[in-house]
């Protein structure tokens, strides 16, 4: 049997002492697409951060393990080093480092943890080159510093553009579709199904089943309250469009989801 | 006590092969003693007002007199106008009081303590070889990427046999020669050109400036001396190495520059190296002059001793630095990277006299443990059509307090005048501070001074996300501290800039976490 990509296991989280995810369990095997949806303030951008390894999140129970690691074990940079990439919601400026800059320091970071060589200037132009393209992401773009003054759609574009460059196996996509109007969303998700692959797993977070028209999942899950309530294929997205949170009930102690 | 000076378009390698005192300090048998003897009767010529100092001794006595000061000018060898200069300076000191408006706190020098001259340690009686040497400090270069082969001499192990450096000082001596420059220690140009040194000398910083210049005109020890002819542009970058002689010259350094119509020069002060000096106090200054149409730019990369992480030891860096751009159309860039000194005062500054004239003030400070840094500049437009930038990027971390101090005045005269000031801060981890005291003083309608300021924190989600795209923290924290720092470094030279980012890094190090 195949090793699942990432096994999430009776998964508790903190931040600053108040407790956000309550139990959550999740299997995500390679080249599946999950989507989480849930309302505001139900734990979805939490479990990004704490997949992805941020501090100010405290695990009290539970496991994640990614590629048969234990990823709990890893610091952020090395979590995104072994493969796991989150697309922000609110991606961050970093003033005066220009995102070529930024970019090919991630790229190298990354090679070394591989133990690939790490590229020199020109073959990482010609990545750069070959990848922007994916996105339709304006080369210029990226001789700006890392995320001052773009749009918000760049923004977006951006996050999906340095996730085709560092080619993690796992994405998470926080909230990606927020603040896009429907062609950005249309580009950022071509971008994401060019990414889709057998080897590739991805997590969708969305409030919206609008994003899911166009990166369509194999899995929704409903996250409410720190626990995962409900779990179903693409079709549940379209019941939540229809009765909203307030009337989805939970699968009940048989399902495997809770 | 000749300080070593040269001439390099690659200051690491040059101050390397430059070491052995440059020749100066080994050229004749016993430097020491034949300055002695030389002296003895000089002495007796010119100070008959009883003076009791032992002239055989290297050092003068702690504390500070008229002796003191006939001391070291004897020493020196000085004509009669520069000893009046240095007791007029005197006399006025000891009517001045220390300054306390700047925002720092730490304990006074006690001037009856300190040693105002000191003649350089004998080679041989520093450490045999490097494993004499304090390994703390052997990491350290390693990290700034300084050559092995440079260890030890920065290290002040006696190495005399290792590097050749008569013939490196002696091919761009000449070179300078050839258009007419003069590049050499002020106590030097006293001698070879004192009509310069005559007519510049205390011109824009008076001795009555300010309590740490007067001192230093008092008994400044040496320092650099640069007169660049009419319409010569410098074919080289000129430095000083104050790490390799900084034990010989003493605390108060006084540098003067000067460029003639049409003259350009670019001039490099550094220490990327940390001293581990252990005199307290220095009290620098530097003078700059700019005829018509010429270009001054001098740049510094300060990293003397901080003391340690509980903020125990380290130096008193109260220096006054200024420039006159007194022709039309000159300008002088002052360009400084302070990332050491327990306690840091100065104010780089330019008076814009000239019509037209351009005066530019980059600075990046940084404060970590319990550093202080009271820092910024002085733009006086006094000419028409003057300008000024300042960008000034404070970093605070640790304990460190950093402040901006600027003063902008536009004279009644100066019709268009512009400034622009930006004034960014960046603090690391929550014990440190910035703060900002900028001075604008506007007295001429047609004029604008704009004044920008920031204050950011190097933010946890800053880092996360540079964490999150495999980017280690430290890694992550050099490249947001750089980005910062940008429009500062990318002002300097080029070397110098590679060495001021090494710099920042070592400096940073475990800063935050």
Known sequence: MTTPLLEITNLHANIEGKEILKGVNLTVMPGEVHSIMGPNGSGKSTLASVIAGHEAYEVTDGSIRFNGIDLLELEADQRACAGVFLAFQYPVEIPGVSTKFFLKAAVNAIRKYRGEEELDAMDFLDMVEEKAESVSLSIDLLDRNVNEGFSGGEKKRAEVFQMAMLDPLLGVLDETDSGLDIDALKIVAEGVNKLRSKKRGFIVITHYQRLLDFIVPDFVHVLKDGVIVKSGDKSLALELEEKGYAGIESCGSACSCS | ?513
């Open chain 2, 1 to 513: 006590m000749n300080k070593q000076i040269n001439t390099t378009n690659d200051p690491k390698k040059e101050a390397a092969e430059a070491l052995p005192g440059g020749g100066m300090l080994l050229s004749s048998s016993n430097p020491v003693e034949e300055d002695t003897a030389l002296l003895k009767e000089t002495f007796k010529e010119k100070y008959k007002w009883g003076f009791v100092t032992d002239i055989e001794a290297d050092s003068a006595p702690p504390g500070l007199d008229e002796s003191t000061i006939a001391f070291i000018s004897a020493k020196k060898d000085e004509p009669e106008w520069l000893l009046e200069w240095r007791l007029n300076a005197y006399r006025h000191w000891l009517t001045m009081e220390e300054p306390d408006w700047a925002h720092l706190k730490y304990n006074k020098p006690n001037y009856d303590e300190i040693i105002f001259y000191s003649a350089p340690k004998s080679l041989a009686d520093g450490p045999k070889s490097l494993d004499e040497v304090d390994p703390e400090l052997l990491e350290t270069y390693k990290k700034l990427g300084i050559p092995l082969a440079e260890h030890a001499a920065l290290a002040g192990v006696a190495v005399d046999a290792v590097f050749d450096s008569v013939s490196v000082g002696t091919t761009f001596k000449d070179k300078l020669e050839e258009v007419g420059i003069i590049f050499c220690p002020i106590s030097e140009a006293v001698h070879s050109h004192p009509e310069l040194v005559k007519k510049y000398l205390g011109t824009i910083v008076p001795y009555s400036d300010n309590y740490y210049a007067t001192l230093n005109s008092a008994v400044f020890t040496d320092g650099s001396f640069v007169y660049i002819p009419k319409g010569v542009k410098c074919p080289m970058d000129l430095s000083t190495y104050f790490r390799i002689n900084a034990k010989s010259s003493g605390q108060f350094e006084r540098t003067l520059i000067i460029a003639e119509e049409g003259a350009s020069v670019s001039y490099l002060e550094g220490c990327t190296a940390p001293m581990r000096d252990e005199n307290q106090l220095h009290a620098a200054v530097v003078e700059l002059i700019a005829l018509d149409d010429a270009d001054i730019k001098y740049s510094t990369v300060q990293n003397w001793y901080p003391g340690d992480e509980n903020g125990v030891g380290g130096i008193y860096n109260f220096v006054t630095k200024r420039g006159k751009c007194q022709g039309d159309r000159s300008r002088i860039t002052w360009t400084q990277v302070e990332t050491g000194s327990a306690v840091t005062w100065k104010y780089p500054s330019c008076i814009l006299l000239g019509d037209d004239s351009v005066g530019e003030f980059y600075s990046v400070a940084l404060t970590n443990n319990y550093q202080q840094a009271d820092t910024g500049t002085k733009m006086i437009h006094i000419g028409k059509n003057t300008r000024s930038t300042i960008i000034s990027k404070g970093i605070s971390a640790g304990q460190g307090q950093n402040i901006y101090r600027g003063l902008v005045r536009i004279q009644k005269g100066a019709e268009n005048a512009r400034n622009y000031t930006q004034c960014d801060s960046m603090l690391m981890g929550d014990r440190c501070g910035a703060h900002t005291f900028p001075y604008i003083e506007v007295k001429n309608k047609t004029a604008k001074a704009e004044h920008e300021a920031s204050t950011s924190k190097i933010g946890e989600d800053q880092l996360f996300y540079c964490n999150q795209r495999g980017i280690s923290t430290e890694d992550a924290i050099n490249m947001i501290v750089n980005g910062f720092c940008k429009e500062v470094f990318r002002e300097l030279p080029m070397e110098f800039a590679v060495e001021a980012r090494r710099l920042l890094e070592v400096s940073l190090e475990s800063s935050v976490g």
